[in-house]
């Protein structure tokens, strides 16, 4: 028998996997090409020639610009969800409660939060672009909320256990940006483990 060749094997793949996978590759490229060059130096064919894939199969998968980086820094922060829960698959202790602050931190430490920073300041310029990333920002804050309050095994039906979660979630926000123009390691670790001590007394 002869060899199988890659356009047959290629030919294999089922078509719908290998457009989901050209998708994945999008919407990797573009929070890439985000975080790294802001939104001015992003344009759809800087990221198809990132991602490997010509601007016509980006422009079929996303037809406009904003349709593209909306849907890779959502993307993006689902999967950094993901992650988060799996690193408490069953919940979190109280005794867990430090790495449970240090792991919410980190969604505003990573490419993710300056991808979107990018994202943020191009929708206060472009009206076609803010009510998309405005509306993007609302669901990924109630997510993180929400994720937050089951870690920390929150209840919120007590006064004041919802405005400290949420002060914990702003002061990750602030540290995200502190930590955009230097190594701000040292401080946020400080800061965690201050955060997670506060909390200990507010939750329990």
């Known amino acids: 028998m002869g060899e199988v060749s890659t356009a047959d094997r290629a030919a294999r793949v089922p078509k719908q996997d290998r457009?989901?996978?050209?998708?994945q590759r999008l919407l990797e490229a573009a929070v890439a090409c985000l975080a790294e060059h802001g939104w001015a130096g992003s344009t759809v064919?800087?990221?198809a020639e990132r991602a490997g894939v010509s601007r016509g199969a980006a422009q079929h998968h996303f037809p406009t610009r904003e349709d593209l980086f909306t849907a890779a820094v959502e993307y993006v922060a689902e999967e950094r969800s993901t992650a988060l829960r799996a690193l408490f698959p069953e919940g979190a202790a109280a005794s867990d409660r430090r790495a449970v602050?240090?792991?919410?931190?980190d969604l505003y430490t990573g490419p993710l939060f300056r991808a979107a920073l990018h994202l943020w300041v191009a929708a206060s310029n472009e009206e076609q672009l803010r009510p998309r990333v405005t509306e993007l920002e609302?669901?990924?804050?109630?997510?993180s909320h929400r994720i937050a309050v089951e870690l920390l095994g929150a209840d919120e039906s007590r006064p004041g256990v919802r405005e400290t979660v949420q002060g914990l979630l702003d002061m990750a926000r602030g540290l995200g940006l502190a930590?955009?123009?230097t190594d701000d390691t040292a401080r946020r670790d400080r800061v965690v483990a201050q955060w997670a001590?506060?909390?200990d007394e507010a939750l329990r």
């Open 101 to 105: 602050v240090a792991a919410l931190v």
């Open 19 to 23: 457009s989901r996978a050209t998708r």
């Open 138 to 143: 609302l669901r990924v804050g109630r997510d």
């Open 197 to 199: 001590d506060l909390l």
């Open 45 to 47: 064919s800087v990221v």
């Open 179 to 181: 930590n955009l123009l």
